[in-house]
Nanobody, 126 residues
Framework: QVQLVESGGGSVQAGGSLRLSCAVSGYTVSTYCMGWFRQAPGKEREGVAA???????AYRYSVKGRFTISRDNAKNTLYLEMNNLKPEDTAMYFC????????????????????WGQGTQVTVSS
């Protein structure tokens, strides 16, 4: 049974940092393409970052240079390191896994992802 469990969200001031974690069970984190998405109130869910099985990464333009996606195969965990946070980064953050995505050049569309976590809230105040 596949499970994704996010943690690490919280409230920070603008310019602060957070590291989100996504604990994976039911498969090895490096097997599938993994992604981080976010959804703010009243807005659609959007892709933030993704990493494929080969380690290639892709980022949303607005987070490039501030966010880093990575994984720890030994801990079977996906991470999102977020630095220089801005109020517009405020959202519920979700991790997701896509079984049938191999190499990525961009963040795959949301409907490509098969498994989702329950989300963790990130709030950035100005």
């Amino acid at each position: 049974q596949v499970q994704l469990v996010e943690s690490g969200g919280g409230s920070v001031q603008a310019g602060g940092s957070l590291r989100l974690s996504c604990a994976v069970s039911g498969y090895t984190v490096s097997t599938y393409c993994m992604g981080w998405f976010r959804q703010a109130p009243g807005k659609e869910r959007e892709g933030v970052a993704a990493i494929d099985s080969g380690g290639r990464t892709a980022y949303r333009y607005s987070v490039k240079g501030r966010f880093t996606i990575s994984r720890d195969n030994a801990k079977n965990t996906l991470y999102l390191e977020m630095n220089n946070l801005k109020p517009e980064d405020t959202a519920m953050y979700f991790c997701a896994a896509a079984r049938d995505v191999s190499q990525i050049a961009n963040i795959p569309p949301i409907n490509y992802f098969d498994y989702w976590g329950q989300g963790t809230q990130v709030t950035v105040s100005s």
